[in-house]
């Protein structure tokens, strides 16, 4: 279905919603009775004087009003907290402003002063090289809005413990406009070996997080990214210096990073062996599953909302795919029965987040809403059972299922069963 049909149809809910007298045009005629009483109208006492100037302080902060909105730590919350989570569920379009992008780091946060950070190129190259930040900065830049995502999102649904929000769950995935220079320009610089085929990124971190990365990636759209947003990195997100890996695991995008060096195979470093594999049911695991699939989330309503009253909603989520572009969000209101295509708000990219919406009146009888996605390449977003049934009950990272919300009767909105 094109989007202007969708548009069509959007008019026809709004339209029905009217005709019953219940959701927007409910609240519109509210408004429209306090109007008339006069009391709308009423001049309220911010109107009535000068404001505050420069309440925030000069790098300035959110509404006050708007406190509830940070990041948080999974539920229920773990030993060693190592990650924490982006509230997808209180967000609008498809940028994580930067005080909200998730975390996820092995061995803390540095503290790192750009003046003494050094990017070290070596192994397969002509001349190796070693970059301050000045001379990084100096080079070709370009600007990319992606998506990222943590390999270990969602992990937690697969065995559905707990009542959660869509931030609990799925909140290890951002998007950003990442700002940087691409690694092809830095690599061309030191003189690629013509045998070198991967390249091993390592972070400056306690963790000294290190991963092999095909040098034919390194040479298509990696960036070395200094800004996220518009601004330098925040020190949580790899100040001064990330490797940025479009569609590929949150994992291998290093961040503090500190050495490139080009060889002929993978290094077997400790996160892609001990971890970041995915083990199937014969006990064996599958390596280097770089991608994230496609997948979608509705963000609202979700876990932990409650509905007020009946009437219309505007059913509305997130929805990415390391193949490249979105094609496609369908949304069901009945489990799965039947399924109607939403609308896509442009420009839709690749590899970056996309905001879909859908209309919908809730006739107050319990439901349940789904989103799936289907991306350029044809992939669809699968079910639980069938994510379960093709990769094995033993998985654990690259959970892209179909997230379920139970609606019910009283408005409460679960992700349990
Ligand atoms: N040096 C270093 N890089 C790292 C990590 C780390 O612990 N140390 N964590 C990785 C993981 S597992 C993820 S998901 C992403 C998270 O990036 P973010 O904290 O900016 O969201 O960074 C990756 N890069
Ligand atoms: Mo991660």
Not at 271 to 300: C, P, W
């Amino acid at each position: 279905m094109s989007n202007d049909k969708t548009l069509t149809k959007r008019r026809g809910f709004l339209k029905a919603s009217l005709a019953v007298g219940t959701g927007v045009s409910g609240a519109l005629t509210s408004n429209s009775a306090s109007a008339q009483s006069n009391t709308f109208l009423e001049i309220d006492p911010w109107t009535k004087t000068q404001g505050a100037t420069f309440v925030n302080p000069p790098y300035g902060l959110p509404s006050k009003y708007e406190k509830e909105v940070v990041r948080r730590l999974p539920n229920p919350a773990p030993i060693f907290l190592t990650a924490s989570r982006t509230p997808i569920q209180n967000l609008h379009g498809i940028i994580t402003p930067n005080g909200l992008h998730f975390e996820r780091h092995h061995a803390g946060v540095p503290d790192i002063n750009p003046d003494q950070h050094r990017l070290v190129v070596h192994g397969l190259v002509d001349r190796p090289m070693i970059f301050s930040m000045e001379n990084i900065m100096r080079f070709p830049s370009e600007s990319k809005i992606y998506f990222m995502e943590c390999s270990g999102n969602s992990a937690a649904e697969l065995k559905r413990s707990a009542n959660n929000t869509a931030q609990q769950i799925h909140g290890l995935i951002s998007c950003c406009e990442w700002t940087g220079v691409r690694v092809s320009t830095l690599l061309q610089e030191c003189g690629i070996k013509p045998q070198a085929t991967w390249v091993l990124a390592e972070g400056a971190d306690g963790a000294a997080m290190t991963r092999s990365i095909p040098l034919s990636k390194m040479l298509d759209d990696a960036i070395l990214a200094y800004a996220q947003n518009g601004e330098m990195l925040r020190a949580e997100q790899g100040y001064p210096l990330r490797l940025f890996l479009p569609s590929y695991e949150g994992n291998m995008s290093i961040k503090w990073l500190r050495r490139l060096k080009l060889g002929t195979e993978p290094w077997q470093t400790r996160e892609e062996t001990s971890a970041y594999t995915d083990l199937r049911e014969n006990g064996k695991a599958l390596q280097f599953t770089f991608k994230m699939e496609v997948k979608s989330v509705i963000t609202q309503p979700s876990g932990m909302m409650k509905l007020k009253s009946k009437g219309f909603y505007e059913i509305s989520g997130i929805a990415w795919s390391g193949n490249g572009k979105i094609r496609r969000v369908e949304v069901s209101t009945d489990a799965g029965k039947t399924w109607q295509e939403a609308m896509l708000q442009e420009p839709v990219m690749d590899k970056s987040l996309v905001r879909f919406r859908y209309p919908w009146v809730w006739d107050g009888a319990p439901a349940v809403l789904m989103s799936r996605a289907v991306d350029t390449s044809g992939d669809v977003q699968p079910t639980m059972e069938a994510l379960i049934k093709t990769k094995s009950a033993n998985t654990f990272y690259h959970n892209n299922a179909i997230q379920p919300w139970q609606v019910a009767a009283n408005g409460e909105v679960t992700n349990g069963r």
